[in-house]
Every structure is written in structure tokens, then in C-alpha cells.
């Protein structure tokens, strides 16, 4: 048995493969379980374990963009990490499979004024209206950033994965607040050849506002398509 003091990894409790994690007292207490111990097979518990995991690789590939790392760590509670308040806000939107259309990669914002979205075998590209007739831009908002994340799924071949994730963003200076914007998100090579491999994607993309410091303002909602 292991106590993990201070909490690194916030408030667990549950089982993950021989171990198993308890809270008590503020403390979390990691406990081996016998080798011989084997995982429930009925149904139920192998869905959830199914979800867990793609909810985690979900959520690992939120952290991953520095951008909507910021904006989880502004909103989550201190009692947990950030990739736990990705992942609990995710996770039942999250199929056994693969992530939905209802996943987020933003904890709520103003609506992303988006008038088209194409994802082509090379790019991504976006058109948007004035982001200030979404929401009222502050005179210190200066930049933005855009992350998106693409949901490959339905593979050509049944021996590649259900499901793959690519991650984009683009960083935008003195960003024109006031006027139409067309964004693009170029892919890079591998990223195109792992895209060629699915029939079906589900893009997620959000923005956000920043400061001449570099520090988020706001940020909008989870755009789905």
C-alpha cells in the first residue's frame, strides 16, 4: 500500500488494472490488488473500461494543445487536475468506441460565429463573421488562438485503430476583431496519410481571446461538425 501525499494527482478512487485508489482523509491511498485478481468480463464493466480509455485518449489530446490547457486550468476546481476536469466533463459524452460531436474542448464561452467549416485531405478550413458580433471584445484583447481537434473514425481497414485524433491550432497577432476571417489549418504529411485511412470525421474547434501578455481572456464554446 502507497500513500500519495500532496495530492499530485487530485482525489482518486476506483480500480485500474492491479491497483486500486481510495480517498481518506484528504489522502490518496494506492493499494495493489492480488496478482491473481482478473477484471470483471460481464458487459458493463468492459463498456465502461472501453469508455474510460477513450475518454482518456480524448482528454490527454485536449492537454495537449497549450491553448485550451490554459483555459481548463482557469475554470477547474483546485481539488482536481486539469486533465481529471477534461475528463469528467467528458466522459459521458464519450461512446465505447469513440468521442461524439458532444464532446467539448472548451468548458462553455461565447458561440463561435463559424459559417462554414470544410475539412479537405490537406487543410482545414474555417470561415467565420466578426468575432466581436459574438461577444464584446475588450480593448487590451489583442491576439487569438484557435484550436481544433479532428476526430477520424470509420477506418477503410479493420486492422487500424476505431478511432484517431489529430490536433491543430494556429496563433493568430493584432487579430481584426471586426471583420470576416477565413481560417486554415494546414495538415502535415503523416497527418494527411492518417486521415486518408478513416471515412468519417468529426471536427471540433474553438478560439480564444488574448492579451499583449499572452494570457487568455476569453474563449468560446466547443464548435461541432
Do not use: C
Amino acid at each position: 500500500m502507497a500513500v500519495i501525499k500532496g495530492n499530485v494527482l487530485g482525489n482518486l478512487s476506483g480500480k485500474l488494472g492491479n491497483l486500486s485508489a481510495r480517498t481518506v482523509q484528504g489522502r490518496t491511498v494506492l493499494a495493489a490488488r492480488p496478482s491473481s485478481f482478473a477484471a470483471s468480463q460481464d458487459p458493463d464493466s468492459i463498456a465502461v473500461r472501453q469508455k474510460f480509455a477513450v475518454t482518456a485518449n480524448f482528454s490527454k489530446n485536449v492537454l495537449s494543445i497549450p491553448v485550451l490547457k490554459s483555459i481548463w486550468d482557469k475554470v477547474k476546481s483546485s481539488k482536481i487536475t486539469v486533465f481529471n476536469a477534461i475528463f469528467k466533463n467528458n466522459f459521458q459524452h464519450s461512446t465505447v468506441e469513440r468521442p461524439t460531436d458532444q464532446n467539448i474542448i472548451t468548458p462553455d464561452g461565447f458561440t463561435l460565429p463559424v459559417t462554414s467549416a470544410v475539412v479537405g485531405a490537406n487543410d482545414v478550413t474555417v470561415e467565420l463573421t466578426a468575432i466581436n458580433d459574438a461577444t464584446v471584445i475588450k480593448g487590451y484583447e489583442e491576439d487569438i488562438s484557435f484550436a481544433a481537434m479532428l476526430i477520424l473514425h470509420n477506418p477503410i481497414s479493420e486492422e487500424d485503430e476505431p478511432f484517431s485524433i489529430i490536433t491543430l491550432s494556429e496563433d493568430v497577432d493584432t487579430f481584426d476583431f471586426g471583420n470576416p476571417y477565413t481560417l486554415t489549418m494546414a495538415l502535415h504529411a503523416s497527418e494527411s496519410t492518417e486521415a486518408a485511412k478513416y471515412q468519417n470525421n468529426i471536427l471540433l474547434l474553438a478560439a480564444a481571446t488574448k492579451d499583449d501578455y499572452d494570457k487568455v481572456v476569453q474563449y468560446s464554446k466547443t464548435f461541432a461538425q
